[in-house]
C-alpha cells in the first residue's frame, strides 16, 4: 500500500480528532487535536488492510494519536483558520433573511454544523437557527456570550445549631 506521507514529515490535522475511547485519561467525545493543528508522522500502520494509518506527534499538545490519511495534508498546504468549529454555539451578528423575509433575527441562538473553508469569500459555516440551516460568513456571527463567573460568597455562621434529638 502506497503512503502519502512519511517518516518525520510535518502534516496538518484538517478534522477535529476526538476520542473515541482508545485515549488514556480521556472520555469518549473529548476534543483530542484541534482541526488545523500541525504535527509530525512518527510512525506509519494499517486499518483492516485497507485504510493508512498515521501515527501522528503534535508537539504543542504533547499528545500522540493516530489519524487516517484522508484526515491530513502537508503542514506547509494552504490552511483557512476558523473561530468556529462543528458543535460550537454561536450568535447571529445581524438578521438573516430569505426572499426578503428576515428568518432569523440579530442576536439568535444558533449551532455550528459544518465549517467550509474553501469558498473564494472567506470561511463560512452551516448553522442551525431554530427552523432554518443558513450558510454564514464568519464576519456575520459572534460566539456565544461567557456566563459571568459566580462569585463565591461564605455562607454567613450564625453561630445557632440545631439541637440533636
Known amino acids: 500500500m502506497k503512503t502519502r506521507f512519511d517518516y518525520g514529515e510535518a502534516v496538518r490535522v484538517t478534522r477535529n480528532v476526538r476520542d473515541d475511547g482508545t485515549y488514556p485519561g480521556m472520555d469518549i467525545g473529548d476534543l483530542l487535536v484541534r482541526r488545523g493543528s500541525i504535527g509530525t508522522v512518527i510512525e506509519i ?9 498515521y501515527t501522528v506527534h503534535f508537539l504543542d499538545l504533547d499528545r500522540i494519536v493516530g489519524c487516517r490519511e484522508e484526515e491530513l495534508i502537508p503542514a506547509d498546504a494552504p ?3 476558523s473561530r468556529f468549529e462543528s458543535r460550537d454555539k454561536v450568535v447571529a451578528g445581524r438578521s438573516f433573511a430569505v426572499r426578503g423575509e428576515v428568518v432569523v433575527e440579530r442576536g439568535a441562538l444558533g449551532e455550528v454544523i459544518r465549517v467550509v473553508r474553501d469558498l473564494p469569500e472567506g470561511v463560512h459555516y452551516h448553522v442551525n437557527f431554530p427552523g432554518h440551516m443558513l450558510v454564514i460568513p464568519e464576519a456575520s456571527l ?10 463565591r460568597t461564605p455562607a454567613l455562621a450564625t453561630g445557632h445549631e440545631e439541637d440533636a434529638a
Open 142 to 151: 459572534e460566539p456565544l456570550p461567557r456566563p459571568p463567573a459566580r462569585s
Open 45 to 53: 500502520g494499517t486499518f483492516l488492510q485497507d485504510q493508512v494509518i
Open 79 to 81: 490552511w483557512a483558520p
